[in-house]
Nanobody, 125 residues
Framework: QVQLVESGGGLVQPGGSLRLSCSTSGITFGPYAVGWFRQAPGKEREFVGARRWATGATYYTDSVKGRFSISKNTAGDTAYLQMNSLKPEDTAVYYC??????????????????WGQGTQVTVAS
């Protein structure tokens, strides 16, 4: 059984940084793409970023480009979302996902098979 578990969320001041972790059991991330999504209160879940490990290709939504980055450990069982220069509008529950999306679906929820339970990120002074 595949499980994804996010951690690392919390309260941070504007301009601060957080690193979210996504640990997996049942698979390793190498053959998959890892996506990060977020959902703010009263809003739909939205794409944040994704990375294909086989090609190294990365995708980020415009609002986080240059501030967020996705990586993984050498064992391939933990992925990370490094978030810098955080803004109040980054406040949301963040979800990691793994799957084998095609190019047209890599920025959509339907491109992913496995999902974590989410971790809360709050950016406030």
């Amino acid at each position: 059984q595949v499980q994804l578990v996010e951690s690392g969320g919390g309260l941070v001041q504007p301009g601060g940084s957080l690193r979210l972790s996504c640990s997996t059991s049942g698979i390793t991330f190498g053959p998959y793409a890892v996506g990060w999504f977020r959902q703010a209160p009263g809003k739909e879940r939205e794409f944040v970023g994704a990375r294909r490990w086989a090609t190294g290709a990365t995708y980020y939504t415009d609002s986080v480009k240059g501030r967020f980055s996705i990586s993984k450990n050498t064992a391939g069982d933990t992925a990370y979302l490094q978030m810098n220069s955080l803004k109040p509008e980054d406040t949301a529950v963040y979800y990691c996902a793994a799957g084998r999306p095609i190019t047209s679906t890599i920025q959509t929820m339907r491109g992913y098979t496995y999902w974590g339970q989410g971790t809360q990120v709050t950016v406030a002074s």
